[in-house]
């Protein structure tokens, strides 16, 4: 896929925005860029945004959302699912990101509407690189988000909820563990997510309960405490079960 085209094959009225969502074993984080202005102008603008850009006029909006995440992050071969069309006619009326739009954009006037995009992976399958306009590629604790540009913000929100729906009928967590976990990561996982203090308990005799659990004969390791047993998630369990018992409330 080129990442370099003329600019006038860019359609200046629609762009995409992608949610990255990862998880550290600790906390959920959501991958956020830090701008910064080409052709080396710099107007001390240091303002945190979600990955995205401009479309080009030749380009699927999926593909459009990849080429922007591989372009700004260095990430690629993401699975994007889209959460939605964000219109708002006052979604670029921050004065910063007027004075940001006027240095990059050829027509920073034109109204953009932009689709969203969220995926959701394993940080440590991943290494992030700043290029494009990012200045930085940061992994940011999505309790602890600032304001963003744009209306950044208002995307996140609704890329949570989105999560946090799926959390509750598909075994859509499992997407952000790596291969083999330990039984405390995936309640604290799912505890973070869902902003909320499940049983602990109730929550692992239920999702044990579902058979799409698999324990294995390995254990953590490098770890100061004893070290726990590591299951996996057996997704052929899932696929092959007609009612989708994924329940665990």
């Keep these: 896929m080129e990442s370099n085209r003329k600019t006038n094959n860019i359609n200046h009225s629609v762009s995409v925005d992608c949610v990255v969502f990862g ?9 956020l860029v830090q701008r910064d202005l080409r052709d080396n102008l710099d107007n001390g603008d240091d303002t945190l945004v979600l990955p995205g850009d401009l479309i080009y006029i030749d380009e699927d909006l999926e593909d459009a959302a990849s080429r922007v995440l591989l372009d700004l992050t260095g990430i690629d071969n993401l699975f994007l699912e889209q959460i939605g069309a964000f219109g708002s006619l006052n979604r670029l009326a921050k004065d910063r990101d007027k004075v940001w739009l006027d240095l990059v ?3 920073p006037e034109s ?5 969203g995009y969220f995926a959701l992976v394993n940080i440590k399958n991943y290494t992030i690189r700043p290029a494009g306009f990012a200045k930085h590629v940061i992994w940011e604790d999505f309790n602890e988000v600032g304001e963003l540009g744009f209306d950044h913000n208002h995307i996140l929100r609704t890329a949570i909820i989105k999560l946090r729906n799926k959390l509750y009928h598909e075994p859509v967590g499992f997407k952000l563990l ?5 039984l405390n990561h995936l309640y604290t996982l799912y505890n973070t997510i869902l902003n909320s203090k499940l049983d602990r ?3 692992l005799r239920r999702i044990l309960k579902t058979g799409f659990l698999k324990e294995t004969d390995n254990f953590q390791e490098g770890v100061p405490h004893k070290p726990a047993r590591l299951y996996k998630f057996i997704e052929k369990e899932f696929e092959n079960d007609n009612n989708h018992k994924f329940k665990f409330y």
């Design 111 to 115: 109204r953009v509407i932009t689709i």
């Design 178 to 182: 790596p291969k083999y976990f330990p």
């Design 23 to 31: 998880f550290d074993g600790f906390s959920l984080k959501v991958l």
């Design 201 to 203: 308990r109730n929550f």
């Design 105 to 107: 954009r050829p027509i």
